[in-house]
């Protein structure tokens, strides 16, 4: 992809994990990329230099994707430092675990509002860009919780299937414009949201997964890559479990 002809993408929660191996990924494929996450700047320094590293351009920026002013905000100045917004990767999220009947009513809401609100906030803002130029991609992050549920999780499950609802709906009402909507859904990925499992909990994961091994950031930034291509451009309104086969 030429200098002339290289599209910004979007990725939010970027600064490490999944968010930074996606990143990381498209800059492979020649992406300038907007790292966004809510964490301070210079704790994306490190994802910006690598994704610099690999020959494209790349700016990280402070936003709370749970509020809507500000990532109007940051969507804005994104696409004046860039000039355009190609691809939207949502994958900001956080995770509040407890039983519904200890769950206190803000650890529902902040992970709503962060996993799932913040979908919307930032598709809300991006698809008008993307409308004037009649082609984009959004890759939203959902989660196998999101589709089989789990105990301990009724926040965390409910946002990520919100996620799928938000996707399915999004790709019927913008495909005429020729912008695709599709969702991933991982399994058990090791990273730092992850590790603080107990080596029990791990074991118990280990035994669900027929290919018998941990999922990589990686596994999901390779997903999100395709779901990006021309390749896949006849794909909308899908969503891909990348889980070792824990979901068939």
Known sequence: M???????????????GIGKAI???LAKSGYNIAIVDACPLENSKAAEDEVKALGVDAKAYQCN???????????KQINDDFG??????????????????????????????????????????????????????????????????????????????GVIGITKSCAREFASRNITFNAIAPGYVETPMTAV???????????LIPLKRYGQP????????FLCSE???YITGQVLSVDGGMHM
């Open 218 to 225: 990686e596994d999901i930034a390779n997903a999100v890559n």
């Open 65 to 75: 994707v749970a509020d809507f002013a500000a990532v109007e905000a940051t969507v």
């Open 197 to 207: 499992l107990t080596d029990k909990q791990k074991e118990a994961i280990f035994e």
């Open 84 to 161: 355009g917004i190609y691809i939207l990767v949502n994958n900001a999220g956080i995770t509040r675990d407890g039983l519904l009947i200890k769950m206190p009513e803000e650890n529902f809401d902040a992970v709503i509002n962060v996993n799932l609100k913040g979908t919307f906030n930032f598709i809300k803002h991006v698809s008008p860009i993307m409308m004037k130029k009649r082609e984009g991609r959004v890759v939203s992050i959902s989660s196998i919780v999101g589709i089989e549920g789990q105990a301990g999780q009724v926040n965390y499950s409910a946002s990520k299937a």
């Open 2 to 16: 030429s200098e002339n002809t290289r599209k910004t993408a979007i990725v939010t929660g970027a600064s490490r």
């Open 23 to 25: 990143a990381l990924k």
């Open 231 to 233: 390749d896949a451009s």
